[in-house]
């Protein structure tokens, strides 16, 4: 099957960008299809540290060309500054290489203005958005008002819809939060321009990634985010505001859905989550600092759109039985078993302890109010001492790492295909 979708079985952070860019060296497309700028996903080349927010991580393979397709919301000031920062560190970028979705919604900075206003406004239950303005980007678009990427075609009536949008939040603005937006016309002014200047990248990206499947070259679908946050599968409302799961790839890039082979789950070794929302398995004690990391190193579990700590937990198993199922997920990608070398014991849920019996698939659906209140019912394994960085055979694992290797394969239904161990390209064990 040509088509390789990327999902993340958890709550986003799961390393989808280390592992998408090494399936991309066998992809001649790589595409996004949902989310924005709230995503992060890091990729390490030998010194060089990319981190990327919108263009999809196969963009650092020369032979790849990047779409970022219809079911993205984009940020023209955010994604300019991604495109010079590829060029200045020696990636070609150029309309050959990058399509941007006509039908790609826009989000502009009153959008962040409202998302983070809004998000404040929630008090003790406030969501913890990465304050990019996702969700009312999302809502101008289902509201059927929203500017698209094609709107930026015609300069001039662009600028009449945005400054019509400029107002209109202006007014939300001053009316819920009563705080006013000064200078709008430079803002209007310079979003215009950084939004004029993608108009060469804007074409049918639909089309497009149609012609490369139909004549058998392999394209890869990059999801963002995870599960977990998907709007209708996740753990509602603390989720983000677009379909994360693999059923968003064939309505965000326009595709037929006969075109799914593979699709590749992508999980952490533990459990982390950024922003507020039930979280089972979470730990607060030192093994979660120990988890974490301090924040030196760039693996560390700090996000790399916010900087926040990330919450840390040990691998959920029923979740990740979820996420399998509702993305009809072929094999999974474990990813940061290294972190867990040295500690005498490792931990998996494999069920919920609900009112007084024990379940191995969610009882009452993916309900946020009574997650809060399961109980996680853990395995205890061996865990194994010395560093596993330089191992690249799966006979050289240590047996406690096989192990629990093979009771995640075990929990998930599916097999485990690649092991990393680090953040470098060869970091990497891949199994028959
Ligand atoms: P939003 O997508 O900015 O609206 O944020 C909604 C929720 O999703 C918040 O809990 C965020 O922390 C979380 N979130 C959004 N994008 C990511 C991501 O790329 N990784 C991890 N969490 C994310």
Same mark, same amino acid.
């Given at each position: 099957m040509p088509l390789?979708?990327?999902?993340?079985? $958890? !709550?986003? =952070?799961?390393?989808k960008g280390r592992i998408v860019d090494l399936l991309s060296a066998e992809a001649q497309l790589v595409a996004r299809y949902s989310g924005g700028d709230n995503a992060g996903h890091t990729v390490t080349v030998g010194r060089d540290i990319f981190k990327?927010?919108?263009? &999809?991580?196969?963009?650092?393979?020369a032979h790849t060309v990047s779409v970022l397709g219809n079911g993205m919301v984009i940020n023209p000031n955010t994604l300019s500054a991604e495109i010079d920062l590829l060029t200045q560190n020696g990636i070609h970028v150029s309309p050959q290489r990058l399509a941007i979705s006509h039908a790609a919604h826009l989000i502009t900075p009153m959008h962040r203005l409202l998302d983070q206003a809004q998000d404040e406004a929630r008090g003790a239950s406030k969501i913890g958005t990465t304050g990019r303005g996702i969700g009312p980007a999302y809502v101008d678009k289902a509201a059927r008002r929203g500017l698209r990427a094609q709107d930026i075609l015609d300069p001039a009536s662009f600028r009449?819809? *945005?400054? +019509?949008?400029? $107002? =209109?939040?202006? %007014?939300?603005? $001053?009316?819920?939060f009563g705080s006013d937006v000064t200078d709008e016309q430079s803002l209007i002014e310079e979003y215009a321009a950084k939004a004029i200047s993608l108009a060469p990248y804007i074409r049918d990206t639909g089309a497009l990634v149609r012609d490369y499947l139909s004549r058998g070259m392999h394209v890869l679908a990059e999801g963002a985010q995870g599960t977990l946050l998907d709007l209708d599968q996740g753990t509602y409302p603390y989720v983000t505001s677009s379909c994360t799961t693999a059923a968003g790839v064939f309505s965000g890039l326009g595709i037929g859905v006969q $075109? +799914?082979? %593979?699709?590749v789950g992508i999980t952490k070794a533990f459990q982390t989550r950024v922003g507020s929302g039930p979280f089972p398995t979470e730990l607060l004690d030192e093994t979660a600092g120990r988890l974490r990391g301090s924040g030196a190193n760039p693996w560390d579990e700090f996000g790399t759109?916010?900087? %926040? &700590? %990330?919450?840390?937990? !040990? *691998?959920d198993g029923v979740l990740l039985r979820y996420a399998v199922a509702v993305n009809g997920v072929s094999e999974l990608a474990l990813t940061k078993l290294d972190i867990l070398s040295g500690f005498s014991v490792i931990k998996i849920c494999t069920a919920y302890r609900v009112r007084g019996k024990d379940y191995e698939a969610l009882p009452d659906g993916l309900q946020t109010q009574q997650m809060q209140t399961y109980q996680p019912v853990y395995e205890e394994l061996h865990g194994w001492e010395g560093d596993i960085r330089d191992v690249r055979r799966w006979e050289d694992l240590p047996s406690q790492a096989q192990q629990y290797v093979h009771r995640i394969a075990q929990i998930a239904g599916v097999p485990v295909r690649m092991v990393s161990v680090g953040p470098e390209r060869e970091q990497v064990i891949y199994l028959a």
């Open positions: 390789t979708i990327v999902i993340g079985t $958890q !709550w986003g =952070d799961e390393g990327l927010h919108q263009i &999809p991580s196969g963009i650092i393979h009449e819809k *945005l400054t +019509a949008h400029v $107002q =209109d939040v202006k %007014r939300q603005m $001053q009316l819920f $075109q +799914a082979g %593979r699709v759109t916010t900087g %926040r &700590p %990330r919450r840390v937990g !040990w *691998l």
